[in-house]
């Protein structure tokens, strides 16, 4: 099974602004198990890109968040993830067809379980 999962920054990530309970353990985590890791967030695309390079993480792609319909359509998966922690995020994940965790229940990496899932 192939899940993309896209994080909002702020509120989300640890590293966001206020800092959100998915540490980068935990990206690093889904992107060695095989996820398509990045960012659909608020922040210019720069930001995001200064992010992760700060963080020495290669990440597979930057959006705006108005924009998930076109991340689905640059990648090919069976799960489409958008994490976030407002109502916004919520909205544009739904438009886009992703499905939407709250920053909360991405802390309890819903994808590995997935993934483990799909192995039975």
Not at 6 to 35: H, N, W, Y
Not at 66 to 88: N, P, S, W
Request: net charge negative; charged share 30%.
């Amino acid at each position: 099974m192939k899940i993309l999962v896209s994080f909002d920054i702020d509120g989300c990530l640890e590293t966001g602004d206020p800092p959100g309970p998915i540490t980068l353990d935990m990206v690093r985590k889904a992107q060695s198990s095989g996820c398509i890791i990045g960012s659909c967030s608020d922040r210019a695309l720069s930001s995001q890109r200064r992010m992760w390079d700060d963080n020495n993480i290669v990440y597979d792609f930057v959006s705006p968040k108005y924009a998930l319909g076109d991340v689905m359509k640059q990648f090919e998966a069976d799960k489409y993830i958008h994490t976030g922690d407002r109502d916004m995020d919520e909205m544009f994940a739904k438009k886009a067809g992703f499905d939407f965790y709250w920053e909360k229940e991405g802390a309890e990496e819903p994808w590995l379980a997935m993934l483990e899932e799909s192995k039975d």
